[in-house]
């Protein structure tokens, strides 16, 4: 073999791993970016089929809430968002406040027990107040038989990233977890789920019910489209590398 035939054949063997190298990268990223635009397309189909399943709640006529026989079957498919209507006596002295940021500053969503006629209590979000009408003496309660409407909401039984937990022992609050309150409270036949109260006639009263999001901000699509781009550059400089170092080595 003549020396400039070794010397190809050297370079080519030196080649090799990194061509390998290459492709185990090239193909890890293309797994990693496929897999993301996947998940995100499953999380396309989960956000249109909520918006169209709230769409379709918050709309229609109230009907009764839940009552015991259907608490065990209650999911955020079958129930979230589901406008009802309740019927009962609030227990004022067992409110808890709820710390949330708010557009005019930090404020508190008020949940109250209200005691059905049947016995089961429900918790009601009545709605948000600023952090200067926390104390409930500082406001007027609902007292006697009430009839309210508003929308079936699940327990926050898991907390956000960076969120805090619960305080029971020192009645802070940072998120609507009915199984936690209600333990503390000490209250019995608690239904698993909270009502938010749709906004009173007066929109400047406080509580300021009708507080619930209903409207979902939906960008999965785009996302997936990124991801997708993402892996077909990933594919397409992988082409192009191998391209060139073959050539190279002809």
């Known amino acids: 073999m003549s020396g400039a035939a070794a010397r190809k054949t050297g370079e080519q063997r030196r080649r ?15 797994i990693g970016f496929t897999s993301l635009a996947i998940w995100q397309v499953n999380r396309l189909h989960w956000k249109v089929a909520l918006i169209e399943r709230v769409e379709a709640r918050v709309h229609a006529a109230p009907v009764p809430a839940p009552g015991p026989d259907d608490w065990a079957g209650i999911t955020a498919e079958s129930a979230e968002y589901r406008h009802v209507t309740l019927r009962g006596t609030f227990l004022n002295d067992e409110e808890v406040q ?12 008020v949940l109250t027990p209200l005691r059905r006629n049947d016995g089961t209590v429900v918790f009601v979000n009545r709605g948000l107040v600023p952090e200067n009408l926390r104390d409930p003496a500082t406001r007027s ?15 926050e039984d898991r907390g956000w990233l960076f969120s805090r937990d619960n305080d ?30 749709e906004m009173g006639t007066d929109p400047r009263a406080w509580p300021r019910g009708g507080q619930t999001v209903i409207s979902f901000r939906n960008a999965h699509l785009s996302y997936a489209l990124t991801w997708a ?22």
């Open 168 to 197: 029971p022992e020192n009645g802070q609050w940072y998120r609507r977890d009915i199984g936690s309150i209600t333990a503390a409270k000490g209250l019995e036949n608690a239904a698993p789920y909270f009502v938010d109260q």
């Open 16 to 30: 090799w791993p990194l061509i390998v190298v290459v492709t185990l990268i090239a193909l890890a990223g293309l």
């Open 98 to 109: 709820i710390y949330t940021p708010a557009d005019f500053g930090p404020a508190y969503w």
């Open 229 to 250: 781009g993402l892996a077909l550059m990933v594919v397409a400089a992988w082409g192009l590398f191998l391209w060139t170092e073959l050539r190279r080595g002809r």
């Open 141 to 155: 309660a609902p007292e006697g038989p009430q009839t309210l409407t508003g929308l079936l909401r699940l327990s």
